[in-house]
């Protein structure tokens, strides 16, 4: 089963850019959709973004035009590049992975803090 370990969190200030990265392992990330969640203090985890296999990618809403999903099939990486970030992106942000027939997410990485300063 594939392993997610997330990397790149960290403490920016109101419109400075950050970009996390999700290395996989134990399985090629070919076979699996690969999300970006997040949670903030006090509220329920929610869906960032997600790419296929195939590259098709979705954005929420409150993050379109400001950040990007990427995937690097070679690495073995999905990517999220986050630019103008604003003090309600804070949250830990988790990797996610699930089968492309299936909306069940089967791995999820330790998470990374992401905390941007008004």
Same mark, same amino acid.
Request: charged residues 20%.
């Given at each position: 089963?594939?392993?997610?370990?997330?990397?790149?969190? $960290?403490?920016?200030?109101?419109?400075? +850019?950050?970009?996390?990265?999700? *290395?996989? !392992?134990?399985?090629?990330?070919?076979?699996? /959709?690969?999300?970006?969640?997040?949670?903030?203090?006090?509220?329920?985890?929610?869906?960032?973004?997600?790419?296929?296999?195939? $590259?098709?990618?979705?954005?929420?809403? +409150?993050?379109?035009?400001?950040? *990007?999903? !990427?995937?690097?099939?070679?690495?073995?990486? /999905?990517?999220?590049?986050?630019?103008?970030?604003?003090?309600?992106?804070?949250?830990?942000?988790?990797?996610?992975?699930?089968?492309?027939?299936?909306?069940?997410?089967?791995?999820?990485?330790?998470?990374?803090?992401?905390?941007?300063?008004?």
């Amino acid at each position: 089963q594939v392993r997610l370990v997330e990397s790149g969190g $960290g403490l920016v200030q109101t419109g400075e +850019s950050l970009r996390l990265s999700c *290395a996989a !392992s134990g399985s090629d990330i070919l076979d699996y /959709v690969l999300g970006w969640f997040r949670q903030a203090p006090g509220k329920e985890r929610e869906m960032v973004a997600t790419i296929t296999t195939y $590259g098709a990618t979705y954005l929420m809403d +409150s993050v379109t035009g400001r950040f *990007a999903i !990427s995937r690097d099939n070679d690495k073995n990486t /999905v990517y999220l590049q986050m630019n103008s970030l604003k003090p309600e992106d804070t949250g830990i942000y988790y990797c996610g992975a699930r089968y492309i027939d299936s909306s069940q997410y089967l791995a999820w990485g330790q998470g990374a803090l992401v905390t941007v300063s008004a």
